[in-house]
């Protein structure tokens, strides 16, 4: 199972995504290994121009296993938080909930964002990178 972020999402709905990632995340939804969570959700969804994307989008992410954010997730991000803010790394609210619902269900986070190899570095957080592609 890997949590597949909203950069990578965005690179895969475009009209020609690249070939690898486009091979990576259809590997996982059709082995029902993608996941996401509210927070790659409603960032998706928000970014969509009109209704038609917004219910194709919906669509899409239907199938795709969701991790929920509990109580512990929030903790485990504010935790997360605090630590990178003293090492002079404030980071994003949904940056650190998204990594810290990587972190909470131990599965690597699928991004396209160099935040999260930045937050890798500093904690529990697994990552595979498509920053370059």
């Known amino acids: 199972m890997k949590l597949i972020e909203t950069s990578v999402w965005v690179k895969f709905l475009r009209r020609r995504p690249h070939a690898v990632l486009q091979q990576q995340v259809s590997g996982l939804i059709g082995s029902g290994e ?9 960032e998706l969804l928000l970014g969509t121009r009109d209704r038609r994307s917004f219910e ?3 669509d899409e992410l239907s199938g ?9 997730t929030w903790d485990i991000a504010a935790d997360l938080g605090y630590q990178l803010r003293r090492l002079g790394l404030p980071t994003a609210i949904p940056d650190l909930v998204i990594a810290a619902s990587a972190i909470e269900h131990d599965i690597v986070l699928l991004h396209a964002d160099s935040d999260f190899d930045r937050i890798a570095q500093h904690s529990d957080l697994r990552v595979e990178s498509y920053v370059t592609t």
Not at 67 to 72: E, M
């Open 34 to 42: 993608a996941a996401i969570n509210s927070i790659v959700r409603l």
């Open 56 to 58: 194709g989008i919906a």
């Open 64 to 72: 795709v296993t969701d991790l929920t954010i509990v109580a512990r």
